[in-house]
């Protein structure tokens, strides 16, 4: 069978299973570790986008979220949900902290194996950019690793660098690709200029073309022309060194970014559509947490990783590995300024508030509209990151994210599961990385990071039935409340057993008090291979004022040797 066939023969049945989903479902009969995503494909051609391109993306999405009314109960789940609500290792996703708990010294380390650049020698630079909202340039250190580095804004020295660095860490240890990034403390006198750099500077009204190895037309580019132009413009500490952000470049090939929506085309692996995998929908929770409103495709890579190249050294064999990276607009960071009060509270163009003006003539205000920056109180080297405008399930990015738009409760619930798998211990090691100069902001961040995180758990945890792990012990199904874990409160529980066996026929419900719930014995004579020879228990959470959850944990088991297996679970 060719890929695009066996592509389309997948894609289908994983619709189809999307489209039965008001059928008691069988999810052990869906199982996505076949659909392995690291088989060997040609080398694809690098992807481009736009800024452009993003933002009607986003505004065309808005209008029709703006217009839609069956949004939340019409969206269908997440594709790649394997068969216990929770997704595979992948070359988008590897299982970490919500899985087995990391070190503290891990998440501080990061993704890196090292400290950042090596200056135990000269230092290169290899191209420097002027553009954008700020400069940089990227060098290669003394071993001949090569980085990107950026630079704090001068009024906000260690917020952008600082932001990055704790964001990358976290993204990493929730299980995200994402590059190595440090903070690093730039010698200026260990620096040399690549003998084949060019830059473009703005000099009064003209733009000036400077090169170190100048064409006619062109001046030289010195390090006195280099260091008044661009090192002059950020604040050294008091040996002479200047605090940047380091990004080591990703191992592979740059492929150009992934989007949020559709598959690429050009990748045979790419079997689900974007907006619905369930690491990109719940991301959302993740963003939210971090108020990475700048989460578009653009802050994206998809990187080619070589399995061998022709003789002729064409196009290489391997597969793609998929990148979020450029976390500056992160925390309190809005990369050149502190993030304001509108900042994840409503987007560049959000139709729905423009909709509300239109209606109300100009009546309605929005409500960052009010807000004096000069009254709130943030660290400068933090920014604005604070859980007093922080709405968990109403968080918005910069420009409309059709994979955040299609989150259901289940993604959210998935999400909120790594947020709250971080502990105060951990939160601690991920702000010392960002090496923030002032105790007091370190502390602030860290206080902030842990309200938020434990508001994200108390909002996704309402939306479904909160009870995790469910398992076999003796003759009971046992499971961890998640909402008693991390927040308390008393252990009661609705159930309802149905089996379809025709041999024998049980029904039964009730109530439970702990985190047990009985289970009958199993016909011996009933084939564990059957296609009926299963039960489903839906168990409801009830909260404290003896109001139960809107929707059960459901959770399936088949027979097996006389007791019960679990076999797949629905949040």
């Known amino acids: 069978m060719s890929r695009p066939i066996l592509r389309a023969a997948l894609l289908g049945g994983l619709l189809g299973l999307a489209a039965c989903a008001s059928h008691p479902i069988r999810p052990w009969q869906y199982d996505p570790r076949p659909m392995a995503d690291t088989l060997a494909i040609r080398e694809p051609i690098e992807r481009e986008t ?10 065309v999405s808005g209008l029709g979220r703006a217009f839609s009314l069956t949004r939340k109960s019409g969206l269908p789940p997440a594709l790649n949900a394997d068969p216990f609500d929770e997704v595979v290792n992948s070359a988008w996703f590897t299982n970490r902290n919500g899985r087995e708990r990391l070190s503290a010294e891990a998440i501080r380390r990061g993704p890196g194996a090292a400290e950042g650049p090596d200056q135990s020698a000269p230092v290169t630079v290899k191209s420097i950019k002027v553009e954008g909202v700020s400069p940089g340039f990227d060098i290669e250190d003394a071993a001949g690793d090569r980085y990107i580095l950026k630079f704090d804004p001068p009024d906000h020295w260690e917020m952008a660098s600082g932001a990055e660095v704790v964001a990358t860490n976290l993204f990493w240890a929730a299980g995200y690709h994402v590059p190595e990034n440090y903070v690093f403390y730039l010698d200026p006198s260990n620096l040399v200029l690549d003998e084949d750099l060019e830059a473009t500077f703005q000099e009064g009204d003209s733009l000036v073309r400077y090169s170190t190895t100048p064409s006619p037309g062109e001046r030289e580019l010195t390090m006195e022309i280099f260091r008044r132009n661009i090192l002059e413009r950020f604040p050294r500490t008091a040996d002479g060194r200047i605090r940047a952000m380091a990004s080591k470049f990703l191992e592979g090939i740059p492929k150009g970014p992934f989007a949020y929506a559709g598959i690429r085309g050009d990748d045979p692996n790419d079997v689900i559509p974007h907006e619905h995998r369930r690491e990109l929908r719940g991301l959302y929770v993740i963003a939210a947490w971090l108020n990475h409103v700048d989460a578009k495709q653009g802050n994206s890579l998809d990187m080619f990783i070589l399995d061998e190249r022709s003789p002729e050294e064409g196009p290489g064999i391997g597969h793609l590995r998929h990148n979020l990276l450029d976390f500056g607009s992160t925390l309190g960071s809005a990369a050149v300024r502190p993030h304001n009060f509108r900042h994840g509270t409503e987007r560049e163009f959000d139709a729905g508030p423009v909709l509300l003006r239109f209606i109300t003539l100009g009546i309605y205000e929005r409500p960052w509209q009010d807000v004096d920056m000069d009254t709130l109180r943030f660290p400068p080297s933090i920014g604005y990151y604070s859980i007093d405008n922080f709405s968990p399930g109403d968080w918005r990015t910069n420009t409309v994210n059709p994979a955040f738009i299609n989150r259901t409760d289940r993604d959210g619930y ?3 599961k790594i947020v709250m798998s971080f502990t105060d211990e951990q939160l601690d090691a991920a702000v010392a990385a960002g090496q923030y100069s002032d105790p007091r902001a370190a502390q602030y961040l860290l206080e902030e990071l842990k309200k938020r995180r434990d508001a994200t758990g108390r909002y996704w945890f309402r939306e479904v039935s909160p009870l995790d792990e469910p398992r076999v012990e003796g003759n009971s199904l046992v499971f961890d409340d998640l909402w008693i874990r991390h927040f308390g409160g008393p252990a009661d529980y609705l159930w309802k057993l149905e089996w379809d066996a025709p041999d024998p026929d049980l029904e039964s419900e009730g109530t439970a008090s702990t985190a047990s719930i009985p289970l009958p014995t199993p016909s ?27 929707r059960p944990a459901t959770i399936w088991l088949a027979p097996e040797g006389g007791a019960w297996k679990v076999v797949g679970v629905r949040y």
């Open 50 to 59: 736009s800024l452009v391109y993003d933002q009607v993306e986003g505004v």
């Open 524 to 550: 011996a004579g009933v084939r564990a291979s059957g296609d009926d020879a299963y039960a489903r228990l839906e168990v409801w959470k009830v909260w404290e004022a003896g109001e139960e959850a809107e």
């Open 414 to 416: 998935w999400g909120a």
